[in-house]
């Protein structure tokens, strides 16, 4: 399985970015996608997920209304549109995948199976 993670960059505060993760190795109708952040001196923290099969969203109280997680099942990939991006936004970004995880444990960053290789986003204020 891999998951190649792109798209972060540097932007002001204010502005935009998408993030995606394409994904190969295997179907992933059974998973749950991720993506997970960290920062600097801290750990590293659920910001969106979705079901593959389903398409149920779940995001983090800091970016719920201004992530959006999707997912495009031709091109095996799920994407993170980040919109009115702050800098305590700045961090590396990981997409994740977790087989079968349940919907109380899916925040769980040790929940999931597989990562990729990260991709920075950084916010200037």
Not at 29 to 41: D, E, L
Not at 88 to 116: M, N, P, Q, S
Request: proline share 2%; net charge positive; glycine share 12%.
């Amino acid at each position: 399985v891999q998951l190649q993670a792109s798209g972060g960059g540097l932007v002001q505060a204010g502005g935009s970015l998408r993030l995606s993760c394409a994904a190969s190795g295997r179907t992933f109708s059974s998973y749950v996608m991720g993506w997970f952040r960290q920062a600097p001196g801290k750990e590293r923290e659920f910001v969106a997920a979705i079901r593959w099969s389903a398409g149920n969203t779940y995001y983090a109280d800091s970016v719920k209304g201004r992530f959006t997680i999707s997912r495009d099942n031709a091109k095996n990939t799920v994407y993170l549109q980040m919109n009115s991006l702050k800098p305590e936004d700045t961090a590396v970004y990981y997409c994740a995948a977790g087989f079968g995880v349940i919907t109380g444990r899916l925040r769980i960053a040790h929940e999931y199976d597989y990562w990729g290789q990260g991709t920075q986003v950084t916010v200037s204020s």
